[in-house]
């Protein structure tokens, strides 16, 4: 996948020591409430020096280091209903954000065959057909 120099310009300028800090803020969290989500922006405000250079920046920078720490296998878990993250209780907490996560992956899979079998040039006449199986509200 190719990035932009805005992008490239933002990961140069991520603290290197970033995913040591966000695992003391998670694992600090996780010790007095386990099972309590921390918020992104609680999370950039302890790990990051302050003042907060760029909140889209850092807050980029927390995605991506914590997408790093989970493929790293590290028990980070989210969820859609609740802000923030926080360190997985136990396997019965992890399932529950993999099969979130698995939902969203089908989902995505869904987009990308729709499209496949869907590309034309914006130019050409469509026929509006009514969805199949819609689960969004259709938006006006």
Do not use: C
């Amino acid at each position: 996948m190719s990035t932009t120099l805005v992008y490239d310009q933002m990961l140069a300028t991520m603290p290197e020591d970033l995913p040591k800090r966000i695992m003391q803020v998670l694992t600090t969290a996780y010790k007095e409430k386990p099972g309590h989500n921390v918020t992104k922006q609680e999370i950039i405000k302890q790990a990051f020096a302050l003042p907060v250079r760029s909140p889209a920046t850092e807050d980029r920078q927390l995605r991506d280091a914590i997408a790093d720490l989970q493929l790293a296998g590290y028990p980070i878990v989210a969820s859609s209903g609740k802000a923030g993250y926080r360190l997985a209780v136990d396997s019965e907490d992890a399932a529950e954000y993999i099969a979130e996560l698995e939902s969203r992956k089908e989902q995505l899979q869904n987009k990308i065959d729709a499209l496949r079998g869907q590309i034309y040039p914006a130019f050409w006449k469509v026929e509006f057909k009514e969805p199949v199986n819609a689960t969004q509200p259709l938006m006006i």
